[in-house]
């Protein structure tokens, strides 16, 4: 059965940082990539940021390339998000989700999703 859960949202105030968790199970985590996802209220999901199954290489939206650094550890099946300098357009749910293979940067990308963490930003 696979899994995807996430952890460490919070409330945060602007200028602040959280460091996100996915933790996987269920599948081979070292061929899939993993992608961290947002969706505000009344907003469309949208890409963060990906990293490929070997975790050489990254990818962020250009919203936040310099705050934001995907990282993975094969050996404990997680994924994490640093998020630095957080701002209130920076509120939404944070979902991880999973392809097998390459990156990519499409929701429909992905094979697997978590259910997603809140992170909200008081200015």
């Known amino acids: 059965q696979v899994q995807l859960v996430e952890s460490g949202g919070g409330l945060v105030q602007a200028g602040g940082s959280l460091r996100l968790s996915c933790a996987a199970s269920g599948f081979t985590f070292s061929s899939y990539s993993m992608g961290w996802f947002r969706q505000a209220p009344g907003k469309e999901r949208e890409f963060v940021a990906t990293v490929n199954y070997r975790g050489g290489t990254t990818s962020c939206a250009d919203s936040v390339k310099s705050r934001f650094t995907i990282s993975r550890d094969n050996a404990k099946n997680t994924v994490y998000l640093q998020l630095n300098s957080l701002k209130p357009e920076d509120t939404a749910v944070y979902s991880c989700?999973?392809?097998?293979?390459?990156?990519?940067?499409?929701?429909?990308?992905?094979?697997?999703w978590g259910q997603g963490t809140q992170v909200t930003v008081s200015s």
């Open positions: 989700a999973a392809r097998y293979g390459s990156m990519r940067f499409g929701t429909s990308d992905y094979d697997y």
